[in-house]
């Protein structure tokens, strides 16, 4: 069974910093694009970041570009978000995605026709 697990949000303060991971199981995420995307309460779903096969390949949302920071361990066979200077509009479930096009994934932001449950990330005080 092809799954993706997100972990790791929680609840931290304005300008403080988390970091989300994304699990794969069931299949290797070395052929594969993978991009985070998020969903604030009575918003729509937004592209946040994404890396492409190569770990030298990455994109990231304006809104979030110079703040958070994508990678991948192959090994581990798990990609992360490192989020900093975590704002309050940055609160929302956190979802990731696998693509084997990254440019699918990464430029047009292309949804998954399944979603896991996420990861809810709160920024607050």
């Known amino acids: 069974q092809l799954q993706l697990v997100e972990s790791g949000g929680g609840l931290v303060q304005p300008g403080g910093s988390l970091r989300v991971s994304c699990a794969a199981s069931?299949?290797?995420?070395?052929?594969?694009?993978i991009g985070w995307f998020r969903q604030a309460p009575g918003k729509e779903r937004e592209g946040v970041s994404c890396i492409g096969r190569s770990h030298r390949t990455t994109y990231y949302a304006k809104s979030v570009e110079g703040r958070f920071t994508i990678s991948r361990d192959n090994t581990k066979n798990t990609v992360y978000l490192q989020m900093n200077s975590l704002k309050p509009e940055d609160t929302a479930v956190y979802y990731c995605a696998a693509n084997p096009e990254p440019f699918r994934l990464c430029v047009l932001w292309e949804e998954p026709g399944y979603w896991g449950q996420g990861t809810q990330v709160t920024v607050s005080s």
């Open positions: 069931g299949f290797t995420l070395d052929d594969y694009a």
